[in-house]
């Protein structure tokens, strides 16, 4: 069974820090395009980051761009988002995604084949 298992999430006050981790329990995904959205209560899915399978393309959204960095690290399985500077509309459930489905635009995670449970992220004001 494929599995996406994030972790990393947690409370943080303005300004501080986290990094989340993806780690899939397939290495099938070493050639899919992967990413992260986030879903806040009461709101749409957010596609935040994602990352080409090479891992050296890039695409952000505006609202985390030059404060998140998204990585991959394909002979671990795992892929990464570093967050600085977080705010507290940051705050939200963060899911990883692999696998873009033929049609939709690979920085479009949240319609992504696969996606993890989620982790929880809350910024402090």
């Known amino acids: 069974q494929v599995q996406l298992v994030e972790s990393g999430g947690g409370s943080v006050p303005a300004g501080g820090s986290l990094r989340l981790s993806c780690k899939s329990s397939?290495?099938?995904?070493?050639?899919?395009?992967k990413g992260w959205f986030r879903q806040a209560p009461g709101k749409e899915p957010e596609d935040i980051a994602a990352?080409?399978?090479?891992?050296?393309?890039?695409s952000y959204a505006d609202s985390v761009k030059g404060r998140f960095t998204i990585s991959r690290d394909n002979a671990e399985n795992t892929l990464y988002l570093q967050m600085n500077s977080l705010k507290p509309e940051d705050t939200a459930m963060y899911y990883c995604?692999?696998?873009?489905?033929?049609?939709?635009?690979?920085?479009?995670?949240?319609?992504?084949?696969?996606r993890g449970q989620g982790t929880q992220v809350t910024v402090s004001s």
């Open positions: 995604a692999a696998e873009c489905p033929l049609g939709v635009p690979w920085t479009n995670a949240a319609r992504f084949h696969y």
């Open positions: 990352i080409n399978p090479g891992g050296t393309v890039t």
């Open positions: 397939v290495s099938k995904f070493t050639g899919e395009f």
